[in-house]
């Protein structure tokens, strides 16, 4: 069975602050996929990032980046000069890619609050 | 501009009551998905389809029910609407490579 852990539950910081969210996760399969996503207040999910495991490049997106290590079975992501409006829950997920089927598990999630 | 809608976005409903909540895409893909969200907790799968006239259940407990008559249209129907069903509900199709597309939810209360 696969399993994604976020172990921070909130975490606060001031702006211009940089902050990494953590994950781990567990899976049997060799071949799957790692997301983030972005839930502000509104309730959409916003799609920050995909990477396959086969994939370790980590990856800077202007003031996201992700360090993926598949030896830690780990995808951080890190947000750097914080703002206000990177206030939202954050969640980590995992796809399987079995049966042909791409059924996501989701972490807890990080409520991340910038503070002026 | 959205590739997959759902409708309502909110809605109130006292017990009972039989509700259908929409979902369709137009991104041609056959793989949808129904989670289930409640208030600051994470997102479980419910039910989700890999084509017309597939369904399967989810790895959360549903008492709701999914049809896939059409590709682009999934909706999932609660016969009797209860407290407990209050939640919010996400519909999302993916890829065959495994990327997602999430609609923008229906927020549910039941009174």
């Known amino acids: 069975a696969q399993k994604v852990t976020q172990a921070q539950t909130e975490i606060s910081v001031v702006e211009k602050e940089d902050v990494t969210l953590d994950c781990v996760y567990e899976?049997?399969?060799?071949?799957?996929?790692l997301f983030w996503y972005k839930q502000p207040p509104s309730g959409e999910l916003v799609f920050l990032i995909r990477?396959?495991?086969?994939?370790?490049q980590n990856e800077i997106s202007g003031r996201y980046s992700w360090n993926f290590q598949k030896s830690t079975s780990s995808f951080n992501f890190t947000i750097t000069a914080s703002q206000v409006v990177d206030s939202a829950v954050y969640f980590c997920?995992?796809?399987?890619?079995?049966?042909?089927?791409?059924?996501?598990?989701f972490g807890t999630g990080t409520q991340l609050k910038v503070e002026l | 501009e959205a590739d997959i809608y759902q409708t309502p976005r909110y809605l109130v409903i006292g017990t009972g009551k039989k509700i259908t909540l929409e979902c369709s895409q137009t991104m041609g893909h056959d793989k949808m998905y129904w989670y289930q969200q409640d208030p600051g907790m994470e997102l479980h799968l419910i039910h989700y389809s890999y084509g017309v006239n597939s369904t399967e259940k989810g790895d959360l407990s549903s008492e709701s029910t999914v049809s896939r008559i059409r590709t682009e249209h999934f909706p999932l129907t609660l016969e009797s609407a209860r407290p407990s069903h209050t939640s919010q509900y996400l519909c999302?199709?993916?890829?065959?490579?495994?990327?997602?597309?999430f609609g923008s939810g229906t927020r549910l209360t039941v009174v």
């Open positions: 997920a995992l796809s399987e890619v079995t049966g042909g089927g791409n059924k996501l598990t």
């Open positions: 990477r396959n495991s086969f994939d370790e």
């Open positions: 899976t049997r399969d060799t071949t799957y996929y």
């Open positions: 999302a199709s993916s890829t065959r490579q495994g990327g997602y597309t």
